[in-house]
């Protein structure tokens, strides 16, 4: 395909087709309009300059939609980034239940592991009386395997 068949073509009526064809693989990343047109035989240097056949409104409606474009995609990147920013404040609030949830859990453990060592000071300390209450006993006399038969002796006569 050469230059005078994409002028043909119904996007390159109005301006230099070099213009527009650049224009669009700049604009578009040129992987739909490379594989549409043979782009190597065309001369871009004339770019710059004014097609003499296209008039002033043409140009301006060009701009417009160019303007247009524009403001499309920086709605769509506004709106994108306003999904962005939701989604981060999202995620804090879940990250803050989470440091609450945490929070209470540590808090939690803390208690239960002040219980657990006040019980343990507790069992040493009954331990200790015990010691001492079986110590005394055993020098009134008492001894360990006696007192469990007179225990039980003294529950059937008691239940007779």
């Not at 002033?56 to 939609?65: I, R």
């Not at 404040?89 to 989470?98: G, M, N, T």
């Not at 300390?125 to 209450?133: E, I, P, R």
Request: net charge negative; glycine share 4%.
């Amino acid at each position: 395909m050469n230059e005078t068949s994409i002028k043909e073509n119904s996007f390159c009526t109005q301006w230099h087709c070099c213009c527009i064809t650049f224009f669009l693989l700049v604009f578009y990343g040129s992987t739909f309009f490379a594989n549409q047109f043979s782009f190597s035989s065309l001369d871009y240097s004339d770019c710059a300059k004014p097609d003499p056949e296209v008039n002033g409104d043409t140009e301006k409606n060009f701009a417009e939609l160019l303007s247009e474009e524009l403001k499309l995609r920086e709605n769509d990147a506004l709106e994108n980034q306003r999904r962005a920013d939701m989604a981060l404040l999202e995620a804090k609030k879940i990250a803050s239940q989470y440091q609450k949830e945490a929070d209470k859990c540590n808090s939690g453990m803390e208690t239960c592991e002040q219980a657990r060592e006040k019980a343990e000071l507790a069992l040493v300390a009954q331990k200790k009386v015990t010691a001492l209450w079986e110590l005394r006993a055993r020098q009134k006399g008492w001894k360990e395997g006696v007192a469990k038969s007179n225990t039980q002796s003294q529950g059937k006569v008691q239940t007779s």
